[in-house]
């Protein structure tokens, strides 16, 4: 079972007993930028900002699941968190875009794209972006109009962080379809 960023695993009886192991590991597979892969950064003269940037960093980096990992997925993905249920979520894509933008850039980028790929080739039939789509797994689900605004949000900034034209084209109509959708919904009163 490859659950990503995690690295450590505890064990423990929940009944009286023991336990006997003959082999134990885990398989940490996420991506770790070495100095030379940021592209951006953050220096003071406070200790602890900078402290809480990096791990920012890190902690970014523990979302991001390299090619072939999780469910062998043959694209990069960015998921919700290195101790969640390891699923591409819209609303996190929207904070986590741009802040693996600002710290690897282009070395990122690809991470942030292919997330996106994945959620807009999800789209329902009304046009409705999903919230949330498992790593290289069939189907989404659509649950909340906020989410599936966040999608679409999440896709214009990264066409803005990029300048990513083919990008931009290619999501065009699913954007369009995302806030016809949204339009869709209101009614008389706004």
Known sequence: YQQGGERFE???LTTPGTVRLQSVGIDFKAYRASPSKYQGWFLSSDALLNRIWYAGAYTLQLDMVPPGT???NPEPAVVDGAKRDRAIWSGNLLVQG???WLTLGTNG???VKQSLLA???SADSSGALPGTKQVNAPGALIFSE???MDAA???VDYYRYTGDHRFGKQMLPKVEKQLEFIASLVDGRG
């Open 98 to 100: 741009p802040g693996i």
């Open 10 to 12: 505890r064990i423990a």
């Open 109 to 111: 980028a690809d991470y």
């Open 70 to 72: 999780q469910n062998k």
């Open 146 to 148: 906020s989410y599936s």
């Open 119 to 121: 959620i807009a080739q």
């Open 153 to 155: 949000n999440a896709i």
